[in-house]
């Protein structure tokens, strides 16, 4: 199963980016996908999830600013990111869980740099 994230740029502050990623390969079902990222000099945190059924749950930072979404027939998640800051910049990665295989797979990571 590989994870193909793409999307990520450089914009200014208050622009708009919209991240996505497929999954591809032997894939019985996906249960929570998500975008996680990691700036320089600090730990990879959540950014949003979202489970199969539409639920969803954001970090408090980027809450009111992102969305998350999928599409569960072709196993693709996307990340709206509205009205950036500078504090956003940082590679951005997608991850699914396979409950099948009870594995985390992960993307290869987009960078999202965002100008003041």
Same mark, same amino acid.
């Given at each position: *199963?590989?994870?193909?994230? /793409? %999307? #990520? +740029?450089?914009?200014? @502050? &208050?622009?708009?980016?919209?991240?996505?990623?497929?999954?591809?390969?032997?894939?019985?079902?996906?249960?929570?996908?998500?975008?996680?990222?990691?700036?320089?000099?600090?730990?990879?945190?959540? *950014?949003?999830?979202?489970? /199969? %059924? #539409? +639920?969803?749950?954001? @970090? &408090?930072?980027?809450?009111?600013?992102?969305?998350?979404?999928?599409?569960?027939?072709?196993?693709?998640?996307?990340?709206?990111?509205?009205?950036?800051?500078?504090?956003?910049?940082?590679?951005?990665?997608?991850?699914?869980?396979?409950?099948?295989?009870?594995?985390?797979?992960?993307?290869?990571?987009?960078?999202?740099?965002?100008?003041?």
């Amino acid at each position: *199963v590989q994870l193909q994230a /793409s %999307g #990520g +740029g450089l914009v200014q @502050a &208050g622009g708009s980016l919209r991240l996505s990623c497929a999954a591809a390969g032997r894939i019985v079902s996906i249960s929570h996908m998500g975008w996680y990222r990691q700036a320089p000099g600090k730990q990879r945190e959540l *950014v949003a999830v979202i489970s /199969s %059924g #539409g +639920g969803t749950n954001y @970090a &408090g930072s980027v809450k009111g600013r992102f969305t998350i979404s999928r599409d569960n027939a072709k196993n693709t998640v996307w990340l709206q990111m509205n009205s950036l800051k500078p504090e956003d910049t940082a590679v951005y990665y997608c991850n699914a869980y396979l409950p099948t295989v009870g594995v985390n797979y992960w993307g290869q990571g987009t960078l999202v740099t965002v100008s003041s």
